[in-house]
């Protein structure tokens, strides 16, 4: 069989799908075979019309709606006539499923080990991450696929066998992929990686998980969600000037904090949303995750049919106008939210947001006194746009205008001006209309259709260990992120703001009211630009090479390549039970550590170069923890051995300590601070301390992709019931449960207490609270999700 880096060097690649000609009001458009990817909305309306019986004909929200229209079973999931929303648990049925490739390694490695021969539902996999920018497009696109061979054959074999589509290197970012291709109003998705909610922006909810969630949809397992509470963001009055979308989400980032979305669904309605793109909805949605929102969605409005039409999928908007009629894609009048915040988009100004925390908002009227203040220098080292949040054709009209502007007045660029562009339909026709040229004629540098400096895939040889500012359209800013340089300060802006800025090299320069001086002496101001939501030609397809066939069927003789001495991919050993002959409590555990503060999934298993070993368990937990804070000294990367043996030192790093305890079969607990786990979905946060032999994680409180995670992977998240206690317990302690037998076996207001053994000899008890549902604490007991779904499979 030939593999993928070979057809990809030779260019005999199959060619996309087939697409005819047709007719539209906005933009010329090729319309496709849309029976894959168009809502089943005959069988969700009957589902929601049952559910409305069900609750009395109460209105629902438009989250609620779609989420209830596909309930597996309505009666299980809603009976009771009890609060819902923040309480129950739903077991749902998603339409389709999308990986990226870092998290896809793990997910279909698990998926291989349930022993079926197809996905259930359809699935498609994106290559995005393992591509890393150094100096180009062209060479970065060809050097990383030589050095993600076998990876990349993995994934390809892997599809072949199970009949997932497959996006190969250079199509284009995950989430631009599916928004261009498969979200569709009112369905229900999955994507391993915590920004597939950017789909919300075609009115759906879209939500991003761990591989074990995305290989319960991918056997035909119902997905349990707890039904999250719905915020309604009323949008009134119109963006203008300066202002954008991306400045929207950064504004509600600050209003919100990274916690304030946790356990939410964000449902914006009101006259605004109808004023916004669909590709601007989409980074709205995208955003959400840094609040922690379980995803974000939107009534279907005219630029979403727009948006579908001018993308081939006229067929899903004629379905939706029609579910539409019915009333399926938007909220009922009288809908009642959990919280409901207004925001008049004719106040809002452009927001940046940063350094190291998404939610640190500052008006940009404001941000150059905030610099001040703060003592940092005024020097901007480099400017950043695209990536899955801010890379749409309207993005990049927009930046372009300000380059005409610049290039007319004599201007280039006085920092690096690094551009992504999201997919390669994107990028081709950014070429076709200039739009590329433009930006390089100011001194843009344009990257490969890839996620890049994003995720940490920048190797960048300059500001090595220096405190410096980049201005980015990313969405995320934790330390070490971008480059990994713990003194780099990532400030987070719309495309426009991070363009405009790159031309004055200061942090200070405010495009609204400041001039650039011209080599002539003359003052020189941009007038804010004005971009195109949709191209007048319509989009071109690119380099179809790099497209799948739609709906592939399975080849089951295909052989899945994993090399037996391969140090990128490992077949999955199962995890085992916790349990032995003492019962249903946990044996006791010894407390590696306490963490201090922030606590992210890039502090848990950090990305960058870690990136190729995603789909080998043993070598990325060597990097478990690394750079989280231990409570207990404040150092970073340390942890203590109270029970060293004779020639081992009495500190190591974590996962030294980690992999001290595994050898001694010693199981053990971690105990942490607030929003635990909050950044991506990435699954190996949970997997690598599940691998060294982590039993229970107890915290202030927990992310919630990163809380069901660890649930999946066999590993028990208790919260303190006063997070006072979470100082209580330290390094060496040894942590009994008491009352988890009575939760395993069903019994009513059964409570889990903790039993502290100090290493003084003092002894305590402190209460704990839990999310644990019915199905959760059989995974638990099964010793994984994974487990349990092998044992009830015939």
């Known amino acids: 069989m030939k593999m993928l880096s070979a057809t990809l060097r030779n260019s005999t690649l199959a060619a996309g799908p087939t697409l005819r000609r047709s007719l539209a009001t906005h933009a010329p458009f090729y319309e496709k075979d849309c029976s894959s990817i168009t809502p ?133 970012i995950i989430h631009q992929i599916v928004l261009e291709n498969y979200a569709a109003p009112g369905m229900l998705m999955l994507g391993t990686d915590s920004h597939t909610p950017n789909a919300g922006g075609l009115g759906l909810l879209a939500i991003g998980v761990g591989g074990a969630d995305a290989v319960d949809a991918m056997t035909g397992t119902p997905w349990e969600l707890k039904a999250p509470q719905v915020v309604g963001i009323h949008l009134t009055g119109k963006l203008s000037g300066w202002a954008t979308p991306k400045d929207l989400i950064l504004h509600l980032a600050g209003k919100l904090t990274v916690r304030g979305g946790t356990g939410r669904i964000l449902e914006y309605f009101g006259p605004g949303v109808a004023n916004q793109s669909c590709t601007g909805l989409a980074t709205v949605a995208n955003m959400g995750a840094e609040v922690g929102a379980t995803t974000s969605t939107f009534p279907y409005t005219d630029n979403m049919r727009a948006y579908l039409n001018a993308t081939g999928r006229a067929p899903v908007a004629r379905a939706a106008d029609k579910a539409a009629s019915m009333g399926f894609l938007n909220a009922d009048e009288g809908a009642e939210y959990d919280e409901v915040i207004e925001i008049n988009l004719s106040e809002l100004e452009p927001t940046i947001n940063g350094p190291f925390t998404p939610d640190l908002a500052t008006p940009l009227s404001k941000f150059g006194s905030f610099v001040k203040e703060r003592g940092w220098k005024d020097e901007l080292s480099a400017g950043l746009i695209g990536s899955c949040t801010n890379s749409s054709y309207e993005d990049m009209t927009r930046v372009a205008e300000l ?62 260990g220096e405190e410096n500012a980049i201005l980015t359209s990313f969405n995320r800013n934790f330390k070490s992120r971008n480059d990994g340089n713990q003194l780099t300060m990532n400030f987070l802006a719309s ?231 979470y100082s209580r317990i330290g390094s060496g302690d040894v942590v009994e449960t008491i009352g988890l037998a009575d939760l395993i076996e069903g019994r009513q207001n059964a409570a889990v207490k903790l039993k502290v053994t100090k290493r003084t000899g003092e002894v305590f008890e402190i209460l704990t609270k839990h999310t644990m549902s019915e199905d959760q604490l059989k995974w638990f007991c099964a010793g994984s999700a994974l487990n349990f779904i092998r044992s009830q499979m015939p």
């Open 40 to 172: 089943p909305y005959a069988q969700l309306i009957e589902k929601w019309e049952h559910v409305r019986e069900l609750l009395n004909n109460r209105p629902l929200t438009l989250a609620e709606k779609i989420l209830y229209s596909h309930l597996n079973d309505p009666e299980k999931s809603l009976s009771g006539g009890g609060k819902i929303r923040g309480e129950s648990y739903l077991q749902l049925t998603p339409q389709r499923v999308a990986m990226q490739d870092a998290s896809a390694q793990m997910a279909l490695l698990q998926f291989m080990s349930a022993g079926l021969s197809r996905c259930a539902v359809p699935t498609s996999i994106h290559c995005d991450h393992l591509i890393q920018a150094i100096d180009g497009a062209e060479s970065d696109l060809k050097r990383s696929i030589t050095s993600n061979e076998e990876v990349f054959d993995f994934l390809e074999s892997a599809a072949r066998k199970y009949g997932i589509e497959f996006w190969k290197p250079g199509s284009g």
């Open 403 to 464: 380059a005409k502007q610049a290039k007319a007045a004599g201007l280039a660029t006085k920092v690096p001006f690094l551009c992504t562009p999201g997919s390669e339909q994107i990028r081709a026709t950014m070429e076709r209309d200039g739009v590329i040229n433009t930006l390089e004629d100011v001194g843009a540098v344009v990257l490969a259709n890839a996620c890049g400096p994003c995720i940490g895939q920048w190797k960048r040889d300059d500001m090595k």
């Open 495 to 725: 495309p426009t703001i991070v363009t405009a800025m790159a031309f004055s090299g200061s942090l200070s320069f405010n495009p609204m009211t400041d001039a650039l001086t011209l080599p002539s002496g003359q003052l020189f101001r941009f007038t804010p630009p004005a971009g195109q939501d949709l191209p007048t030609e319509g989009f071109t397809q690119g380099n179809t090479d790099y497209y799948p066939s739609p709906t592939p069927e399975p080849q089951p003789e295909t052989e899945v390549i994993i090399r037996a001495d391969s140090q990128r991919l490992e077949l999955l050993e199962p995890f085992s039970s916790h349990f032995g002959d003492r019962g249903l409590e946990l044996p006791p555990l010894k407390v590696l550590m306490r963490v201090r503060g922030k606590c992210t999934t890039d502090h848990i298993s950090a990305a960058g170069p870690w990136l190729k070993y995603k789909g080998h368990l043993t070598n990325i937990s060597e990097n478990l923890l690394i750079t989280a804070v231990n409570d207990e000294g404040g150092n970073v990367n340390v942890a203590f051995d109270h029970d060293r043996a004779a020639g081992e030192t009495e500190t190591d790093t974590i996962p030294a300590v980690a992999k001290r305890f595994k050898a001694r079969n010693q199981p053990w607990t971690l105990v942490v601070d607030d929003n635990y786990g909050e950044g991506s979905a990435r699954e190996h946060a949970a997997l690598q301390p599940r691998f060294y032999g982590c039993a229970m994680i107890v915290a202030r409180s927990f992310a919630r992709i990163h809380e069901t995670n660890l649930k999946k992977q066999g590993v028990l998240p208790l919260w303190f019931a006063d997070k006072a206690d």
